[in-house]
């Protein structure tokens, strides 16, 4: 049987090297921003890099960029079950 | 009768990335308790944050973040039908794995032997905060460290089966998938390497 | 097909035989939904019967106040081995294994499921898992006494065999999971041509949603036991205060999945109630699209609320209310869907036969349930009622009256179709009168008991409370009349009973259109649908 992978999109060596480029240097930047005095945002600062980097490993190496509507779909229902279940926590925590 | 059974790509491919949702749920309910007993004890995480060496966190992050690379270009390799490439990135991945298994081994061994495990004297003698955080280095870092090693054995089987000739150019779903497991262990590192190692 | 008087399981025909193989490594090691499915089927129903007689030990000890037949220590964990069997090893894992295995891949028009080794490794998980919590009965320290709960700082510290009980229920979880996933990707890839997201039946559409359930709550109940096996073992003190850790932190987690649960418990039987109500009144069903709506809102919604189990916990009162709010939220679309099994009942050709008594049964008990459910929910009733006999009376009536009737109502509307015999009705019909009788004697009565203030999970009670409880008792022993008989009848009847052929109660869905029993592929052609699944006109079925 044919299978369906031969016209698959296939990432060139270089793309994705040039991915790894960028996330080494967002790696240097998030080591950096958590050298400078920021308090408490230094930790939302992290968070927002590593948000990044993993959107970019996602996106490329994981292939999602290259994906239908429903796979992007789905992994955004994922992430907002997470979010709801840390944010509904803090309606707690935060207020006790 | 009965047509042949056709290989379904898409849905091998919608069936892991499903399998990856849970993953990050299951390592989500640690970053949970991660986050509310940091809005708790501010200064007692950044003290422990403080006693983990974030030099070696740094290379781990980064040795990681080469291991993606390789199996990303493993894919790749294979999709353009080159074998033998193929099965020396995988073993790069697995290198890293390796390397990065041994820094973790030396960061845990010097933690412990300087007294600083989970129910330990030491921490129960210390701030309360310090010791959650320790109990939740321990547990997020053993339970990645895990996946990472799952991920090894699935990698090199994977190898193998490329190296025979039942995963190949026309049928490669299993790489990918495999692959993308190990994306998935990269990405949770991503989140306890600021979390942890640089919440100073 | 079966011939009339032979007694021969391997004689049935269809999947029984066609495979070529038999001896009972052609059905353990079977990748067959149908063979998985009965695997399914056989291990839940024979746990839920455990967790029965469970029970009605445990009523013969709340007979009268003061010791009757066990001392306290047996009682806490004659509860506990009681919750976790009926919830882990039975409820959890019974619709989606056996009806879902059995059923959905026929109703989507499919060969199997996506991924049939997996469901096999599924199976397997679930027996390892339900070994792995027998072992720990009786091994140790004895069966756990914390509640099928867990909480906190109790199963930190009690000596009974804690950590292997949670293991065994941790390896269970990979079951669901795995089931999920399989679920979910079945039935997007899987469906005939023709089989449109509209034309799935809702039984399907019910598997759907609870599919996703499983998939995004139960990894939350696999870092919760690990993190109790870890708080047991290694002392992490992350919900212990002299260590830092709060105590409410684990009823998040542990409550996080165990909300959505009930509706992994709760959506698939519906979705067979949604299945069954239309053709037993030859209408189509009312409100289809509502019905797809409400189980998907129910699955999101039912994600929000968990909180409502912790109103006395020492949270916030700004989660008491926002929990509260939301709970009453989430009965809006269980009401859609109760409103909408009536409307369809209205100006409908009824016919009583077993699995319509048995649905229209779980509409009235569910509804009971759930009004229950809202005195609960209300945070300032709740205050009062909180781990009374209230909340027993009220899970009960959701999960036997509901879950538990509409499961029996899938074993005779179904079980028939893959046996190619039938029950005798009469008895069934006996069955259900006593069963019924009987469980609202039990179950009622607690809801009394309960308001009147009587505790939950206490080994014993005032006096004032012990006339209820003897009635409670006696009501227990009606329904495992009740229960007996129809475990009986139905067996017999599936095992050397009237043959059962074709499409007796006319139903329009795919799993009618099959041979009986049916083949192992299941169709001998991918069938193209053109109509819907509750369309009786459109099939010419009168």
Same mark, same amino acid.
């Given at each position: 049987?044919?299978?369906?992978?031969?016209? #698959?999109?296939?990432?060139?060596?270089?793309?994705?090297?040039?991915?790894?480029?960028?996330?080494?240097? +967002?790696?240097?930047?998030?080591? #950096?921003?958590?050298?400078?005095?920021?308090?408490?945002?230094?930790?939302?600062?992290? +968070?927002?890099?590593?948000?990044?980097?993993?959107? +970019?490993?996602?996106?490329?190496?994981?292939?999602?960029?290259?994906?239908?509507?429903?796979?992007?779909?789905?992994?955004?229902? #994922?992430?907002?079950?997470?979010?709801?279940?840390?944010?509904?926590?803090?309606?707690?925590? +935060?207020?006790? | 009768?009965?047509?042949?059974?056709? %290989?379904?790509?898409?849905?091998? %491919? *919608?069936?892991?990335?499903?399998?990856?949702?849970?993953?990050?749920?299951?390592?989500?309910?640690?970053?949970?308790?991660? =986050?509310?007993?940091?809005?708790?004890?501010?200064?007692?995480?950044?003290?422990?944050?403080?006693?983990?060496?974030?030099?070696?966190?740094?290379?781990?992050?980064?040795?990681?973040?080469?291991?993606?690379?390789?199996? =990303?270009?493993?894919?790749?390799?294979?999709?353009?039908?080159?074998?033998?490439?193929?099965?020396? *990135?995988?073993?790069?991945?697995?290198?890293?794995?390796?390397?990065?298994?041994?820094?973790?081994?030396?960061?845990?061994?010097?933690?412990?032997?300087?007294?600083?495990?989970?129910?330990?004297?030491?921490?129960?003698?210390?701030?309360?905060?310090?010791?959650?955080?320790?109990?939740?280095?321990?547990?997020?870092?053993?339970?990645?460290?895990?996946?990472?090693?799952?991920?090894?054995? *699935?990698?090199?089987?994977?190898?193998?089966?490329?190296?025979?000739?039942?995963?190949?150019?026309?049928?490669?779903?299993?790489?990918?998938?495999?692959?993308?497991?190990?994306?998935?262990?990269?990405?949770?590192?991503?989140?306890?390497?600021?979390?942890?190692?640089?919440?100073? | 097909?079966?011939?009339?008087?032979?007694?021969?399981?391997?004689?049935?025909?269809?999947?029984?035989?066609?495979?070529?193989?038999?001896?009972?490594?052609?059905?353990?090691?079977?990748?067959?939904?149908?063979?998985?499915?009965?695997?399914?089927?056989?291990?839940?129903?024979?746990?839920?019967?455990?967790?029965?007689?469970?029970?009605?030990? !445990? /009523?013969?000890?709340?007979?009268?106040?003061?010791?009757?037949?066990?001392?306290?220590?047996?009682?806490?964990?004659?509860?506990?081995?009681?919750?976790?069997?009926?919830?882990?090893?039975?409820?959890?894992?019974?619709?989606?294994?056996?009806?879902?295995?059995?059923?959905?891949?026929?109703?989507?028009?499919?060969? &199997?499921?996506?991924?049939?080794?997996?469901?096999?490794?599924?199976?397997?998980?679930?027996?390892?898992?339900?070994?792995?919590?027998?072992?720990?009965?009786?091994?140790?320290?004895?069966?756990?006494?914390?509640?099928?709960?867990?909480?906190?700082?109790?199963?930190?510290?009690?000596?009974?065999?804690?950590?292997?009980?949670?293991?065994?229920?941790?390896?269970?979880?990979?079951?669901?999971?795995?089931?999920?996933?399989?679920?979910?990707?079945?039935?997007?890839?899987?469906?005939?041509?023709?089989?449109?997201?509209?034309?799935?039946?809702?039984?399907?559409?019910?598997?759907?949603?609870?599919?996703?359930?499983?998939?995004?709550?139960?990894?939350?109940?696999?870092?919760?036991?690990?993190?109790?096996?870890?708080?047991?073992?290694?002392?992490?003190?992350?919900?212990?205060?002299?260590?830092?850790?709060?105590?409410?932190?684990?009823?998040?987690?542990?409550?996080?999945?165990?909300?959505?649960?009930?509706?992994?418990?709760?959506?698939?039987?519906?979705?067979?109630?949604?299945?069954?109500?239309?053709?037993?009144?030859?209408?189509?069903?009312?409100?289809?699209?509502?019905?797809?709506?409400?189980?998907?809102?129910?699955?999101?919604?039912?994600?929000?609320?968990?909180?409502?189990?912790?109103?006395?916990?020492?949270?916030? &009162?700004?989660?008491?209310?926002?929990?509260?709010?939301?709970?009453?939220?989430?009965?809006?679309?269980?009401?859609?869907?109760?409103?909408?099994?009536?409307?369809?009942?209205?100006?409908?050709?009824?016919?009583?036969?077993?699995?319509?008594?048995?649905?229209?049964?779980?509409?009235?008990?569910?509804?009971?349930?759930?009004?229950?459910?809202?005195?609960?929910?209300?945070?300032?009733?709740?205050?009062?009622?909180? &781990?009374?006999?209230?909340?027993?009376?009220?899970?009960?009536?959701?999960?036997?009256?509901?879950?538990?009737?509409?499961?029996?109502?899938?074993?005779?509307?179904?079980?028939?179709?893959?046996?190619? /015999?039938?029950?005798?009705?009469?008895?069934?019909?006996?069955?259900?009168?006593?069963?019924?009788?009987?469980?609202?004697?039990?179950?009622?009565?607690?809801?009394?008991?309960?308001?009147?203030?009587?505790?939950?999970?206490?080994?014993?009670?005032?006096?004032?409370?012990?006339?209820?409880?003897?009635?409670?008792?006696?009501?227990?022993?009606?329904?495992?009349?009740?229960? !007996?008989?129809?475990?009986?009848?139905?067996? /017999?009847? !599936?095992?050397?009973?009237?043959?059962?052929?074709?499409?007796?109660?006319?139903?329009?869905?795919?799993?009618?259109?099959?041979?009986?029993?049916?083949?192992?592929?299941?169709?001998?052609?991918?069938?193209?649908?053109?109509?819907?699944?509750?369309?009786?006109?459109?099939?010419?079925?009168?």
């Amino acid at each position: 049987m044919k299978s369906e992978n031969s016209s #698959a999109h296939i990432l060139s060596y270089g793309k994705l090297v040039a991915t790894w480029l960028t996330l080494l240097a +967002l790696t240097a930047l998030t080591v #950096a921003i958590t050298r400078l005095d920021l308090g408490s945002y230094k930790v939302w600062g992290a +968070l927002a890099i590593a948000c990044l980097k993993s959107g +970019l490993v996602i996106a490329i190496f994981m292939h999602m960029r290259y994906e239908g509507r429903l796979l992007r779909l789905l992994l955004f229902v #994922a992430l907002l079950t997470l979010s709801i279940f840390i944010g509904f926590t803090f309606f707690d925590v +935060l207020y006790r | 009768m009965s047509q042949p059974h056709h %290989k379904d790509y898409a849905g091998a %491919k *919608l069936g892991m990335w499903l399998f990856l949702f849970t993953e990050l749920l299951l390592f989500g309910g640690m970053f949970i308790l991660y =986050a509310v007993y940091l809005a708790r004890y501010p200064h007692e995480f950044a003290a422990g944050g403080k006693q983990l060496h974030w030099v070696m966190g740094t290379v781990n992050t980064v040795i990681l973040l080469t291991s993606s690379l390789f199996v =990303a270009m493993a894919v790749t390799a294979l999709q353009r039908g080159e074998v033998r490439r193929t099965i020396g *990135l995988i073993s790069g991945t697995i290198i890293c794995a390796a390397g990065f298994l041994v820094i973790k081994y030396f960061e845990w061994s010097a933690k412990i032997g300087h007294g600083i495990f989970p129910g330990s004297p030491h921490l129960k003698e210390g701030p309360p905060g310090e010791s959650v955080f320790f109990s939740l280095y321990y547990m997020t870092t053993g339970i990645h460290g895990l996946h990472v090693v799952i991920g090894s054995i *699935l990698l090199a089987w994977i190898a193998l089966k490329v190296k025979h000739g039942s995963v190949h150019s026309g049928d490669y779903v299993l790489l990918e998938n495999g692959a993308l497991y190990w994306h998935l262990v990269d990405l949770i590192w991503i989140f306890i390497f600021p979390l942890y190692y640089l919440v100073l | 097909m079966a011939a009339t008087d032979n007694k021969q399981p391997d004689q049935r025909g269809g999947f029984w035989n066609d495979s070529g193989k038999a001896g009972i490594g052609s059905w353990i090691f079977s990748t067959d939904h149908k063979r998985i499915g009965l695997l399914y089927f056989y291990s839940t129903f024979g746990f839920f019967l455990v967790g029965v007689l469970l029970g009605l030990l !445990l /009523r013969i000890e709340l007979m009268a106040p003061g010791r009757t037949i066990m001392g306290p220590q047996t009682y806490n964990a004659l509860f506990t081995v009681h919750g976790v069997v009926m919830i882990f090893l039975f409820i959890i894992p019974g619709f989606q294994g056996s009806f879902g295995n059995l059923v959905m891949p026929i109703q989507i028009g499919a060969r &199997d499921v996506s991924f049939p080794r997996l469901n096999l490794f599924s199976w397997w998980i679930y027996m390892i898992g339900a070994l792995v919590v027998l072992t720990a009965l009786f091994t140790g320290g004895g069966p756990p006494d914390t509640g099928w709960t867990f909480y906190v700082p109790f199963s930190a510290r009690t000596g009974t065999n804690v950590s292997l009980a949670v293991l065994g229920v941790f390896i269970i979880g990979f079951s669901s999971i795995l089931t999920g996933i399989n679920f979910v990707t079945t039935i997007h890839r899987l469906r005939a041509e023709g089989m449109g997201w509209y034309r799935l039946p809702l039984f399907t559409w019910s598997l759907y949603a609870t599919a996703w359930i499983q998939i995004l709550a139960t990894p939350i109940l696999a870092i919760t036991l690990v993190l109790i096996i870890a708080e047991r073992l290694l002392g992490t003190g992350l919900f212990d205060p002299g260590q830092g850790g709060d105590p409410v932190m684990f009823q998040h987690l542990f409550w996080i999945y165990s909300h959505p649960a009930v509706y992994i418990m709760i959506l698939p039987a519906m979705g067979v109630i949604s299945d069954i109500i239309p053709v037993f009144s030859r209408k189509p069903i009312f409100g289809y699209k509502m019905i797809v709506f409400s189980s998907i809102a129910i699955a999101a919604a039912g994600s929000l609320v968990w909180g409502h189990h912790m109103f006395t916990s020492g949270m916030s &009162d700004t989660a008491v209310l926002v929990f509260s709010f939301l709970t009453f939220v989430v009965a809006i679309p269980s009401a859609i869907k109760v409103f909408n099994w009536v409307s369809t009942l209205y100006r409908g050709s009824i016919s009583l036969e077993a699995p319509m008594l048995f649905a229209l049964t779980f509409i009235l008990l569910f509804s009971i349930g759930g009004l229950s459910g809202l005195i609960l929910g209300a945070a300032a009733t709740d205050i009062h009622v909180h &781990d009374t006999h209230f909340v027993v009376g009220h899970f009960h009536y959701v999960m036997f009256g509901g879950t538990g009737f509409a499961f029996f109502a899938a074993m005779h509307y179904w079980l028939p179709k893959f046996y190619g /015999r039938r029950y005798a009705e009469k008895p069934a019909l006996v069955a259900w009168g006593l069963m019924f009788v009987g469980f609202n004697i039990l179950y009622f009565t607690m809801q009394v008991l309960g308001m009147k203030g009587m505790p939950r999970r206490y080994y014993d009670y005032l006096p004032e409370f012990a006339d209820l409880n003897l009635v409670a008792t006696i009501g227990s022993w009606i329904l495992a009349v009740g229960l !007996l008989i129809m475990v009986i009848n139905l067996f /017999r009847g !599936l095992w050397w009973g009237v043959p059962f052929e074709g499409n007796p109660w006319g139903g329009a869905t795919l799993e009618w259109s099959v041979p009986t029993p049916p083949p192992t592929e299941n169709f001998e052609q991918e069938p193209v649908v053109t109509h819907g699944p509750y369309d009786f006109k459109g099939t010419g079925i009168p």
